[in-house]
């Protein structure tokens, strides 16, 4: 695991904060990992980090992945393959600990009518390979 990694609880899965504090995204409040990405994905391809370390997704996530994502248009950065997934989380007021697994953008935009100040953690996951990675964080009124 990727120091910086923290766990939460209610799923124990582990969001993988880059070692960077990532960057401001396109919309404000919002946090951009894809630059920590690409660092990370570097430092596997220079051999200063193996396979186990960056292909290191939970039993959880990955069972998330499976069932509870969308396709990504990209290929797997680490095997590839097509077996990218994104898995959008909601952290906020009245909602579970571990956050709330969303699919849709109808529950995406219900989830920030009901209340404001929710999150939107979005996270790729390779159901292939277990890579994993922070995309974004955003707030949801985003609707992005
Ligand atoms: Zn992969």
């Known amino acids: 695991m ?3 990694s923290r766990t939460v609880s209610w799923l124990t899965v582990p969001f993988l904060q880059p070692e960077s504090s ?3 995204g396109r919309s404000p409040g919002s946090v951009d990992y894809r630059f920590a990405r690409r660092q990370l994905l570097q430092r596997y391809r220079a051999g200063e980090l193996d396979r ?13 992945a499976v069932n509870c994502s ?8 680490v095997c590839a393959g097509s ?3 994104v898995v959008r989380f909601v952290f906020g007021a009245r909602l579970p600990a571990g956050g709330r697994v969303v699919n849709t953008r109808a529950e995406m935009r219900k989830l920030a009518a ?12 390779c159901t292939g ?5 922070l995309l974004q964080v955003a707030p949801l009124d985003d609707d992005g």
């Open 114 to 125: 009901e209340r404001a100040g929710r999150r939107c953690y979005t996270v790729e996951v």
């Open 129 to 133: 390979c277990r890579w994993n990675h």
């Open 22 to 24: 990532g960057r401001p």
């Open 83 to 85: 077996t990218l997934r």
């Open 2 to 4: 990727v120091p910086g």
């Open 70 to 77: 969308q396709g990504s248009t990209v290929p797997c950065p």
């Open 52 to 64: 186990g370390d960056v292909c290191d997704a939970q039993l959880e996530l990955m069972r998330i």
